[in-house]
């Protein structure tokens, strides 16, 4: 069985820019979670979709957004970019249940210039 | 609270036993899970533990918890070259809603042949 993949794995942008990240979680999970890893401040966790509903929220501003789609793919989108956004961007699926464990992809790296 | 903390930085010698610790500050039904990184790698799962458990023994892995100290403990037995990573503890909270893993700042772990 294919694990998480994420789409692109780096990317570079500047300042004030839009990105989207994309993530395919593992066939018949359905709850998707995005988590931000920075040297400062570590993992932290943005969001988790589960049924194409925002199911837990982390403590990020408004810029920070996600969907996801039927298929359960679920893709994260970051608006007006700062310097700060400069991070590794992690997705995790799971099946469904709260007890469920979470499968990780290899995330994206975003460089913010 | 939700605070999870490890310490920074673990060097042992191959064929030696590795300990990595964590503790925990939440009090209520969890899972704990040891998740490994390796460079520019996303998150691999090692093991988990439910707090009712006091041990959890997996091939060379054994993971003891202590409730009552809030205390995690990963135990590589035998370690190799290839056990030099980034190791991260984490919770989840079984009451609350989601999939939302707090994680611990990381251990990195130097195999010394």
């Known amino acids: 069985k294919a694990g998480v993949t994420q789409t692109p794995r780096y990317l570079i942008k500047t300042r004030g820019q839009q990105v989207t990240l994309s993530c395919s979680p593992i066939s018949g999970h359905r709850s998707v979670s995005w988590y931000q890893q920075t040297p400062g401040q570590g993992l932290q966790f943005l969001f988790e979709?589960?049924?194409?509903?925002?199911?837990n929220k982390g403590n990020f501003p408004g810029r920070f957004s996600g969907r996801q789609f039927s298929n359960s793919r679920s893709e994260m989108n970051v608006s007006t970019l700062e310097l700060g956004d400069s991070a590794l961007y992690l997705c995790a699926s799971s099946l469904a249940g709260l007890a469920d464990t979470q499968y990780f992809g290899p995330g994206t790296r975003l460089t913010v210039l | 609270g939700e605070d999870v903390e490890q310490s920074l930085f673990l060097s042992v010698r191959e064929g030696d036993s590795s300990v990595i610790n964590c503790t925990y500050t939440?009090?209520?039904?969890?899972?704990l899970y040891w998740y490994k990184q390796e460079p520019g790698a996303g998150l691999q799962l090692l093991t988990y533990?439910?707090?009712?458990?006091d041990m959890k023994q997996d091939q060379r892995l054994t993971v003891l918890l202590n409730k009552k100290d809030k205390h995690l403990s990963l135990r590589i037995a035998d370690t190799q070259t290839g056990d030099s990573a980034i190791y991260f503890c984490?919770?989840?909270?079984?009451?609350?809603?989601?999939?939302?893993?707090?994680f611990g700042g990381g251990t990195r772990v130097l195999v010394k042949p």
């Open positions: 979709y589960f049924s194409e509903t925002q199911r």
């Open positions: 939440d009090s209520s039904s969890t899972y």
């Open positions: 533990i439910f707090s009712n458990m």
């Open positions: 984490a919770e989840k909270q079984i009451k609350a809603a989601g999939n939302k893993l707090t």
